[in-house]
C-alpha cells in the first residue's frame, strides 16, 4: 500500500474541501501530517457512566445518558442563552450554550425525546445543576466499553461554528489511525538513543500519545515525542555553531593597547564590577582566536553593559579597526552617544551619531565621508547604518543592543560591509532564562553581567490598590520635594468600554488636578516622533517633575534623577514588563521605588506574580517566574537561528532537564559523528534535513 504522510487532508474521508479550508485557517493542518502531529490536550477516560443525582459541582468531566425534555431561550445580547432541559429519568440537568449563532442548529441536531450522550464539567448556578457547551454524541453510536482514555483536542470558536468540536477532530484521527494499520511510520533516531535512554519507537509513541491503551502508555509516549521534539532544535543548533566555529574566520584582536589601557586608568568613572570584568575577559579570548565572536550579553538593566560595549570598541580601535554600535529606537541611539561621549571626555577618539535625523550636509559629507575613510573611529545609529550609503573602512566590531528590535535581514546587510566578517555582540536587558537561552540562542556564547555597579541600591517595590490613591500621591510627593522625578505608566492610552483600566489620557487629567504645581508631560505611542522626543528630552534635562506615559518608555532613557516608577493596572503585564519598566529608576544612587498599583479584586495567579516582584529584583529569577507563569509563547526571534521549531508537547518552562540532556547528546553525536556519515546515524540526518529543507544559517547573523 503506498501511503503519504504528505497527502492533502481533504483527501481524508470526512474532511471534503470546505472543512480543509477551515483546518488551515484555524490550525493550520494541510497534510495527513499535519493532523498526526496536532496532539489532544488531554485524555479522560469515557467507559464510566453517571446518575444525574449523583454529580456534584466538584467533579471534573463527568458523562451521563438521557434525552433532552424541552428548550427554552434566556437573556438578551451577550447573556443571552440556550437551555436544554435534560433528564435520565432519576434527575434533571441543564445543558446550556451562549452562541446565539448555534441555537438553530444545536435545536436541529439534538431533537427532544431521542436518547443522548452528554459529556462535560457540572457546575452550579441559580441552584440548578448545568453543563455549559457539552459534548453530544447519539447513544447508539458510542460504545463506552471500547472508549478508555478519550482524547480532547483544542478547537477555535470558528470551528465550533463550522461544527467542528474536539469529536470531530478525535474522528478524523482515527479515520487516519485506520489508514495507518498497515504502515509502520519511519524511526528518526539511531538506535543507540533509543537504547540509551529506553524510548519507545517513533511508531509508537505517535499512535500512544492520541490513543494510550493505559496511562503509562501515554506517559512513555509523550516523553519520547518532548525528546524527539527538543533533540532535533539542539541537534541543528549545535550543528550551525560548529560548521560557523569551523568555517567563518574573524579579524585578530592580538593587542590591548594605548586607548584602552588610557581609558582604563584616567577616564574609568568606577570601578569595574568582578562581573564586568570576567565577561571582557571572555570577550578578549574571543576576539584574539582567529573566529569571529557571537555572544550574547545578559545583564539587567543598569548592570554596566554599555561601559563593556565601550571598553571592546576600544580594542578594536587599537587593533586598527573601526566600530559600530546599532540601537532599535533614535532616543536609545542618542543616549548611548551622549554616554559615550560622556566617558572618553577629551580622549583622541572620533565618535558620530547616525539616525534618520541627521540629514543633509552633515549627513553627506562629515559623518559618511569619515566613516568611508576610517577617521571616524566608533559609528552609533539606529538602523540607518545598514544603508548602502554606508561604508565602512574596516569595521571590525558591531554591538547590538536589544537585538530582538532588529530583523534577521536588517542583521545580514552588516555582513556585506566586509570581507571578512565583524565580531558581533549582541546586548539584552532583558534575561533570558537558561531553557530558552540554550534554545533560541544555542549557537551564541553567552555572558552574564549579575552584579550591580558599587553604591547602587536595590530598588523597593511596594503594592499599593487603585480604590485607595492618596497614600501613592504622598509617596510621589515627597520624593518629588527631595528633588527626584517619577515616571507613571497606564497600560491603555484613552479609555475603553471593554476594559475596566486606568487610561493615560484621565489618569494625566488627574494627576495635573491633583498636582497643580508640578511641571508634568506625557509621551504614548500615537505621538509624531519629534513630540514624543521634545517631551522625553524635556524630562531627561529635569524640566518636568513627572512623565506620564505608556510602555513606550520600557526600553530606552536614562534619567539617574528619576526615583519612582508608578505602574497602574500592574495586573495587566507580564513579569518581564513590570521588570524592564522597573529597571527605569534606580539609576542614580539615591533610593528608589517601583509602586505596582492593582484593583482589590486578583486571581490567584496574579497575585503570585505581584508577590514575586516586591520579593526579588533578580531579572533572572523574575524571567523563569515569567516562563513558568505564560509559557514560551511565540519564542521571539525563533526564525532568526534558522531552526525548524514546532514544539507540539515540549514546554521549555517545564522540561528544562530535557533540554540540557537533548543538547549533551546532540553534542556527543555531534563529537562522534563530525563528517555526519556515519550508517547508524543517516536516518537521523536526513530527518534534520527534512526539518530544515533551506539550509541557511541565520546563526552567523544572530
Known sequence: MTFQLSTPITYLPGVGPQRAQVLEKELGITTFRDLLYYFPYKHIDRSRLYYIHELTADMPFVQVRGEILSYEEEGVGRKRRLIAHFTDGQGILDLVWFQAGTFKWIKKSYPSGK??????????????????????????????????????????????????????????????????????????????????????????????????????????????????????????????????????????????????????????????????????????????????????????????????ALLLCLIALDNGYQACLMAPT????????????????????????????????????????????????????????????????????????????????????????????????????????????????GDLDVSVIDELPPGRKPIETLHFWTER?????????????????????????????????????????????????????????????????????????????????????????????ASVMVIQNAERFGLAQLHQLRGRVGRGAEQSYCILVTKYQLSQETKQRIQIMCETTDGFEIAEADLRFRGPGDLEGTQQSGMAFDLHVANLARDGQLVQLARDVANRILDEDPAQNRPENARMWAYLRQLNPVDIDWSNIS
Open 469 to 561: 490613591p492618596e497614600s501613592l500621591y504622598r509617596g510621589i510627593r515627597t520624593e518629588i520635594a527631595k528633588g527626584r522625578q517619577a515616571y507613571v505608566v497606564y497600560p491603555l492610552i484613552k479609555e475603553s468600554e471593554k476594559m475596566d483600566m486606568q487610561d493615560l489620557e484621565n489618569g494625566y487629567a488627574e494627576l495635573c488636578h491633583v498636582f497643580p504645581d508640578l511641571r508634568i508631560s506625557k509621551v504614548h505611542g500615537r505621538m509624531k516622533s519629534a513630540e514624543k522626543d521634545a517631551e522625553m528630552d524635556r524630562f531627561v534635562r529635569g524640566e518636568t517633575q513627572i512623565l506620564v506615559a505608556t510602555t513606550v518608555i520600557e526600553v530606552g532613557v536614562n534619567v539617574p534623577n
Open 115 to 308: 436518547q443522548f450522550i452528554v459529556f462535560g464539567r457540572p457546575t452550579v448556578f441559580n441552584g440548578r445543576l448545568n453543563i455549559a457547551h457539552p459534548d453530544i454524541d447519539p447513544a447508539d453510536t458510542l460504545q463506552l466499553g471500547k472508549m478508555g482514555l478519550q482524547p480532547y483536542y483544542n478547537t477555535t470558536e470558528r470551528m465550533k461554528k463550522a461544527g467542528l468540536n474536539s469529536r470531530s477532530m478525535e474522528r478524523f484521527t482515527s479515520t487516519l489511525m485506520q489508514k495507518l494499520e498497515d504502515y509502520t511510520l519511519p524511526e528518526c533516531l539511531p538506535e543507540s538513543i533509543l537504547h540509551q535512554l529506553a524510548l519507545v519507537s517513533r511508531d509508537r509513541s505517535l499512535r500512544d500519545l492520541h490513543y494510550p491503551a493505559t496511562a503509562d502508555a501515554l506517559r512513555r509516549a509523550t516523553y519520547r515525542q518532548k525528546f524527539e521534539e527538543l533533540f532535533f532544535i539542539q541537534l541543528g543548533i549545535q550543528r550551525y555553531a560548529r560548521q560557523r566555529q569551523q568555517q567563518v574566520s574573524g579579524h585578530v584582536f592580538s593587542v590591548v593597547g594605548t586607548l584602552f589601557n588610557l581609558f582604563y586608568h584616567n577616564y574609568l568613572p568606577f570601578e569595574l564590577t568582578g562581573a564586568q570584568k570576567r565577561v571582557i575577559r571572555e570577550m578578549r579570548r574571543d576576539m584574539g582566536s582567529g573566529k569571529q565572536m557571537n555572544r550574547l550579553l545578559q545583564g539587567d538593566v543598569g548592570s554596566g553593559k554599555t561601559l563593556v
Open 330 to 441: 533614535e532616543i536609545l541611539a542618542e543616549q548611548h552617544y551622549a554616554t559615550f561621549r560622556e566617558f572618553l571626555r577629551d580622549m583622541p577618539v572620533r565618535v558620530e551619531l547616525l539616525t534618520g535625523a541627521v540629514k543633509g550636509k552633515k549627513r553627506r559629507t562629515p559623518i559618511l565621508e569619515g566613516v568611508r575613510t576610517g577617521e571616524v573611529q566608533i559609528l552609533i545609529g539606529t538602523h540607518a547604518v545598514l544603508e548602502d550609503t554606508v561604508a565602512f573602512a574596516r569595521l571590525g566590531l558591531v554591538v547590538i543592543d536589544e537585538q530582538h528590535r532588529f530583523g534577521v535581514a536588517q542583521r545580514a546587510r552588516l555582513w556585506r560591509k566586509n570581507t571578512i566578517p565583524p565580531h558581533v555582540l549582541v546586548m539584552t536587558a532583558t534575561p533570558i532564562p537558561r531553557t530558552l537561552a540554550m534554545t533560541l540562542y
